[in-house]
């Protein structure tokens, strides 16, 4: 590993990785724990490849409850730094999706309902 292999860029997230993130990150967006998990995520990115080695330590005692496959596949996702930028990405996104659409119907009914007709009879000051 050289100098030039200190600047070189990250190859982007490959398909699993991308599919794993949009899985917790709508699982986390459900369950209402997006802001927790956002910054659990930008505090622990920096150690990312610690995070890493800690999964695969504690995996014999934590993998019978998620599925050993399922598991295992965690300290690989853990281990680029880039995979939990996405994660907090797609997590941002989906909750900036799910408050949009609260919003819509409150606007909704904030919004005066009113005919055509109406809006004549009160432009003209109700002269008719």
Known sequence: MGLWDAFALS???????????EWVAR???ERGLAAPAIFILESIKPFSFLMNQMAVGVQPFIAPFFGSERYEKLPKFLEKRENVELLIQKIEA????KMASRQEPEV??????TSPSEKEESSDGGKS
């Open 94 to 97: 989906l909750q900036s999706e």
């Open 11 to 21: 190859p982007p997230p490959d398909k699993k990785d991308e599919e794993a993130a």
């Open 108 to 113: 909704r009914r904030q919004l005066p309902a």
């Open 27 to 29: 699982k986390i967006v």
